[in-house]
């Protein structure tokens, strides 16, 4: 999986190898999702892009030293280039389109990024009878907790059984938004920073 841009930010979870992710989600949909796959390439290109499928999206984020170039000097007058340092922040999104195992049950793939860090969040998405939802989770692969839950949507109340498997035999799973009161968008924050 190479990073160059957008022509390598969707996929199909069938695609990807579930050896070297950072886990496998796992949904049972109480009421089956719309299912209307959609594949568009484009002309002169070789970039394909999905649609019509459940989804998740995961960010990840990058912090980093650039260096640009300054001037200084008289203006007018042999102005001298030096080095000038900054602190640069990036952030990207994957889209991930599941498996379909039947029509109700769904496989989702949360990849990683080589020279990125996860913000150990994704959203998941999905629609059902053309009204939109869309549900966030957090996850940790360094400690234990409950790895099946069962959740309810925010918007349409839509129940969903949803389960994680990591790769070290060990993780968490947590629902970030749900009813009542559902607190909002995890999926998207940045990772804590360590030592500022």
Not at 167 to 180: A, E, H, I, Q, S
């Amino acid at each position: 999986m190479s990073d160059n841009g957008a022509t390598d930010r969707e996929f199909l979870s069938e695609n990807l190898d579930a050896s070297k992710a950072l886990l496998t989600f796992d949904v049972e949909f109480a009421l089956a999702p719309d299912y209307q796959p959609l594949q568009n390439k484009f002309h002169g290109d070789e970039r394909i892009t999905y649609g019509g499928i459940p989804h998740i999206e995961v960010p990840y984020f990058q912090k980093g030293l650039n260096v640009k170039q300054g001037l200084t000097g008289l203006p007018y007058i042999l102005p001298i280039p030096y080095p000038k340092a900054g602190i640069e922040n990036g952030r990207s999104d994957f889209k991930v389109f599941g498996q379909r195992l039947d029509e109700q049950r769904y496989r989702f793939v949360v990849p990683t990024k080589s020279m990125w860090n996860s913000g150990h969040t994704f959203a998941l998405l999905f629609e059902r009878r053309k009204r939109h939802e869309t549900i966030t989770f957090r996850f940790d692969d360094k400690t234990s907790c409950a790895t099946s839950l069962n959740v309810t949507t925010p918007q349409y109340g839509y129940a969903l059984s949803v389960s994680a498997k990591f790769n070290n035999d060990m993780g968490c799973l947590k629902v970030c938004d749900g009813r009542p009161g559902y607190p909002g968008d995890c999926a998207f924050q940045p990772p804590p920073t360590s030592g500022g």
